[in-house]
Nanobody, 113 residues
Framework: QVHLVESGGGLVQAGGSLRLSCAASRNVNVMAWHRQAPGKQRELVAVITPDGNTNYVDSVKGRFTISRDNAKNTVYLQMNSLKPEDTAVYYC??????????WGQGTRVTVSS
């Protein structure tokens, strides 16, 4: 079992920045951020492997940066140049070594125009 604790969501004006954090209770393999906007399906935003390889959905490339601190079992999502369409509940997700995927409780990000 892996427990995830997210933090960092909130209300920000368009063009602003937020940093999300997600701390895992133990060492994990792949870490990712997903989001779900009102009335839409959940989508993968960014993913990072243990050695730091990253991938992003096209809509956030150049604005969001995913990173991780393996010593702290923590993944971050730095979000810059935020747009109203980034408004969503953001979920941390991880894949454990040996199998199993786990989700955080979600943190709400609201971007006002």
């Amino acid at each position: 079992q892996v427990h995830l604790v997210e933090s960092g969501g909130g209300l920000v004006q368009a063009g602003g920045s937020l940093r999300l954090s997600c701390a895992a209770s133990r060492n994990v393999n792949v870490m990712a951020w997903h989001r779900q906007a009102p009335g839409k399906q959940r989508e993968l935003v960014a993913v990072i492997t243990p050695d730091g390889n990253t991938n992003y959905v096209d809509s956030v490339k150049g604005r969001f940066t995913i990173s991780r601190d393996n010593a702290k079992n923590t993944v971050y999502l730095q979000m810059n140049s935020l747009k109203p369409e980034d408004t969503a509940v953001y979920y941390c997700a991880v894949r454990a070594y040996g199998g199993g995927s786990y989700w955080g409780q979600g943190t709400r990000v609201t971007v006002s125009s």
